[in-house]
């Protein structure tokens, strides 16, 4: 279990760079920021019909309660049932997102994009679901605000012995999310975004390595 949280912050971090980069900023793990970004761009006079930008939150919402809503049913006590289901759901909606590249153009604005960017963002809802349902995961992973505040006051304010393993695996994770932030870049940026087929494999690798 200590590679998963590593792994699912590469994922993220891969993610929100490749609809960052290919898709005209949009985040699709950290869905807050789209209200900053769209801000910024009517700001600077850009397009006022920035509508996806908005349609982020809805989306990831919806992918919130779906996901609970599985969980639910698969039986609560049963974590790791629930979180294999829905890591290889999650692997699915990555595979979809390169499948739709060779069927639409995802080069500029349109139908090929949105889909790309909505199916990630359910992705990234998924995401942010598990760690709320099953916290043998860890520390979030979708966005590191948060880890990296912890781990530099832990760093100055070190806990129990136990905790030394946490500490490291945090940085971890962190240096996993960066690492995912720019692979997702300079992939989407060269190959375009059926460069995707990365977190989609990543994903079928930690369901396996979840008990």
């Known amino acids: 279990m200590l590679a998963v949280g590593p792994a699912l912050a590469f994922m993220a971090g891969f993610a929100d760079a490749s609809t960052f980069v290919g898709a005209d900023g949009i985040f699709c793990a950290h869905v807050t920021g789209?209200?900053?970004?769209?801000a910024a761009d009517l700001a600077r006079h850009a397009r006022?019909?920035?509508?996806l930008k908005l349609a982020t939150f809805p989306l990831f919402v919806a992918a919130v309660l779906a996901s609970t809503a599985v969980h639910r049913r698969?039986?609560?006590?049963?974590?790791?049932?629930s979180t294999r289901a829905l890591l290889l759901v999650?692997?699915?909606l990555f595979g979809a997102a390169v499948a739709v590249t060779f069927v639409l153009p995802t080069t500029e604005d349109g139908l090929g994009r949105t889909l790309i960017v909505s199916l990630l963002v359910?992705?990234?809802?998924?995401?942010?679901t598990l760690h709320r349902l099953n916290p043998s995961l860890g520390a979030m992973t979708t966005v590191m605000t948060g880890n990296v505040t912890a781990w530099f006051v832990e760093s100055r304010l070190p806990g129990p012995p136990g905790s030394a393993e946490k500490h490291r695996l945090?940085?971890?994770i962190i240096v996993a999310f960066a690492a995912g932030c720019v692979l997702g870049a300079l992939g989407v940026?060269?190959?375009?975004?059926?460069?995707?087929?990365v977190p989609s494999v990543v994903a079928l690798v930690v369901r396996a390595c979840v008990r």
Request: charged share 15%.
């Open 48 to 51: 006022a019909d920035e509508w």
């Open 122 to 128: 359910i992705a990234m809802g998924i995401q942010n």
């Open 189 to 197: 940026a060269r190959f375009g975004f059926v460069i995707l087929v």
């Open 90 to 92: 999650k692997s699915a």
């Open 34 to 38: 789209n209200f900053v970004v769209l």
């Open 74 to 81: 698969l039986g609560p006590t049963v974590a790791p049932r």
């Open 170 to 172: 945090l940085a971890v």
